[in-house]
T-cell receptor, first 115, second 111 residues
Framework: DTAVSQTPKYLVTQMGNDKSIKCEQN?????MYWYKQDSKKFLKIMFS???????INETVPNRFSPKSPDKAHLNLHINSLELGDSAVYFC??????????????FGPGTRLTVL | KQEVTQIPAALSVPEGENLVLNCSFT??????LQWFRQDPGKGLTSLLL?????REQTSGRLNASLDKSSGRSTLYIAASQPGDSATYLC??????????FGKGITLSVRP
C-alpha cells in the first residue's frame, strides 16, 4: 500500500492554464506538506497544513492555493501557470509528535512541465 | 534564516569502501535532522531521523550522527554497494516542522 500518493505523476500543460495536483496519505498523520524541487534539484517547502489548518505558507505566489478537505488530503491548485512553475512537486506527511520525532514521509512527486 | 550545506556535491567511491557524507547547518535551534535518499526521477525515502536530544541513530549499514552545538551531522555508510548510488539529502526541522534541505550529495559507488 502506498503511504503518500500523488496524482498525476506527470503533468504537461500550456502557460496560462489552471491545474491541480492531488495528494493523499493513508498513514493517519495530522500534518501534510507541499515542497517544490526546481531544475537544480533544490527542495523548498511551500505549505504545510495541520488538521486542515494552514501552518506554513512560504513566500509563494498567490496563484498557488492549497486545499485540505480533510486530514488525509492536501491538494495544490495552481492558477495562470507560468514557465517558471515547471518543477517537481512533492507532497509529504508527518505525525505531529512531541520531542521532535515527526519524521516526514514523501510522495513520489508530480513532474509539472509548463510549455 | 536556516541554511543547510552539503559538500561535496558529488562523490564517487569503489564498492566496499566505508564513507562519510557531511551536512552542516547555521541555526542550532532545530527539532530534528533527517537524512533522505533520492533515486533519479523518484521521490524521497527517509533513511534516518535524529531528534535534537540524540547524538546518533543507526539503521543497518547506515549511522547518522548529530552535533547540534557545532551545527554538523554525518551519515556514515559502511561497506558501500552499487545499490547505494543515489542522491543523499540532509534536512533540518525548525519550528512547525518546517524542513530546510541541503542541495544533496550525489553518490556513485563503482563496482
Amino acid at each position: 500500500d502506498t503511504a503518500v500518493s500523488q496524482t498525476p505523476k506527470y503533468l504537461v500543460t500550456q502557460m496560462g492554464n489552471d491545474k491541480s495536483i492531488k495528494c493523499e496519505q493513508n498513514l493517519g498523520h495530522d500534518t501534510m506538506y507541499w515542497y517544490k524541487q526546481d531544475s537544480k534539484k533544490f527542495l523548498k517547502i511551500m505549505f504545510s497544513y495541520n488538521n486542515k489548518e494552514l501552518i506554513i505558507n512560504e513566500t509563494v505566489p498567490n496563484r498557488f492555493s492549497p486545499k485540505s478537505p480533510d486530514k488525509a488530503h492536501l491538494n495544490l491548485h495552481i492558477n495562470s501557470l507560468e514557465l517558471g512553475d515547471s518543477a517537481v512537486y512533492f507532497c509529504a506527511s508527518s505525525q505531529n509528535l512531541a520531542g521532535g520525532f515527526n519524521e516526514q514521509f514523501f510522495g513520489p512527486g508530480t513532474r509539472l512541465t509548463v510549455l | 534564516k536556516q541554511e543547510v550545506t552539503q559538500i561535496p556535491a558529488a562523490l564517487s567511491v569503489p564498492e566496499g569502501e566505508n564513507l562519510v557524507l557531511n551536512c552542516s547547518f547555521t541555526d542550532s535551534a532545530i527539532y530534528n535532522l533527517q537524512w533522505f535518499r533520492q533515486d533519479p526521477g523518484k521521490g524521497l525515502t527517509s533513511l534516518l531521523l535524529i531528534q535534537s536530544s540524540q547524538r546518533e541513530q543507526t539503521s543497518g549499514r547506515l549511522n547518522a550522527s548529530l552535533d547540534k552545538s557545532s551545527g554538523r551531522s554525518t551519515l556514515y555508510i559502511a561497506a558501500s554497494q552499487p545499490g547505494d548510488s543515489a542522491t543523499y539529502l540532509c534536512a533540518v526541522a525548525g519550528a512547525n516542522s518546517k524542513l530546510t534541505f541541503g542541495k544533496g550529495i550525489t553518490l556513485s559507488v563503482r563496482p
